[in-house]
């Protein structure tokens, strides 16, 4: 963060973000103090027991509710708490990025279909990895950089920005230190590594409130077009990227085979249904470990969500996918 960006902030607005730095500092240094495990399994203890308790594992609880009608209250209780403990291990993890590896007798991430994005990069296409916010998230870039597959890391920049500066550099430490933040420049560099035959890394799952409505769940949530365009303008292979928490700071990452599909020649109703396989896909992941995934999320919309999306999308033949020539925006 330059000093010339922290000068144009409002003077409350810096003070409020040094204040938040503070704190979340000083939690980063115990973390760090503590070391992987045991800093992983102090923010599982604090996500079980205090996260838990707070506002936003009530969204997780109405979310799991929806998503699993089959299941009773005990079970989404108990994914609940799983869940906290994830995201809790998954910031104590934080500090720590430096000391996950894919090397050694016992690695940290073990790597199975490794053979498959090898074999895509070497056909020569463009190529999009993505997955969710599922068990540390960050183990996509962190594992698939290590395994030999560098490349940029799309990603939403926190509104703090010391703190931003910070998870950048935990990432440069053992993955690749090209980050592409959401936006316009952003979409400018991802044409860029893709046409050089370098991958990017994307996740998916979050709601975007300038998209596209695709099932997910059994309910429409607003969706992402970018990789869907990106895939069907450059001609790139999509490859999901599944992850999952083995036990403590350890984990799996596992490459699946790309998606299949045959463009119609119909680009807003190729971008709807290309959309509407990733967000299968996605799903897919989650069920494997549905308490690893962030129910936290306001992934579903509200009706304000669809009118605010009517008045702010471009809508390319009704499907409501703000998709802007390249160098302006691609949302």
Not at 87 to 96: A, H, I, K
Not at 116 to 130: D, E, Q, V
């Amino acid at each position: 963060m330059s000093a010339n960006v922290l000068a144009k902030m409002p003077l409350a607005s810096r003070l409020r973000y040094r204040a938040e730095a503070v704190g979340f500092f000083t939690l980063m240094w115990l973390f760090r103090l503590l070391g992987l495990d045991l800093g992983s399994a102090l923010g599982g203890f604090i996500g079980r027991n205090i996260y838990y308790r707070l506002p936003p594992a009530n969204r997780a609880r109405e979310n799991l509710k929806l998503a699993f009608p089959q299941k009773s209250a005990a079970e989404i209780e108990a994914m609940v708490v799983a869940m906290c403990d994830n995201l809790g291990r998954t910031v104590g993890e934080y500090p720590n990025l430096d000391k996950i590896s894919i090397a050694g007798p016992e690695p940290r991430i073990t790597v199975s279909g490794a053979e498959l994005p090898a074999a895509a990069i070497a056909s020569g296409k463009p190529m999009i990895f993505f997955s969710g916010h599922i068990a540390n998230w960050e183990m996509m870039a962190i594992g698939s950089f290590q395994a030999g597959f560098p490349g940029g890391t799309v990603y939403r920049p926190p509104n703090n920005p010391f703190v931003d500066d910070w998870i950048a550099k935990q990432r440069a430490k053992c993955g690749s230190k090209e980050l592409i933040a959401k936006g316009s420049q952003g979409v400018k560099r991802m044409f860029t590594f893709l046409r050089r035959n370098m991958p990017i890394y994307m996740l998916v799952d979050q709601k975007t409130n300038e998209g596209l409505s695709a099932p997910f769940f059994g309910r429409e949530a607003m969706t992402t077009p970018a990789p869907a365009a990106l895939a069907l303008r450059l001609n790139a292979t999509l490859m999901p990227i599944s992850l999952r928490r083995t036990g403590g700071a350890r984990f799996h990452m596992q490459y699946h085979p790309p998606l299949a599909f045959q463009p119609s020649g119909d680009h807003e109703a190729d971008i709807l249904a290309l959309t509407i396989r990733i967000n299968a896909e996605v799903e897919r992941m989650i069920r494997v470990e549905p308490s690893q995934w962030l129910w936290v999320h306001r992934r579903w919309p509200t009706e304000k969500d669809y009118m605010t999306n009517r008045r702010n999308t471009h809508n390319l033949g009704g499907t409501g996918v703000r998709v802007e020539r390249e160098g302006s925006s691609l949302t």
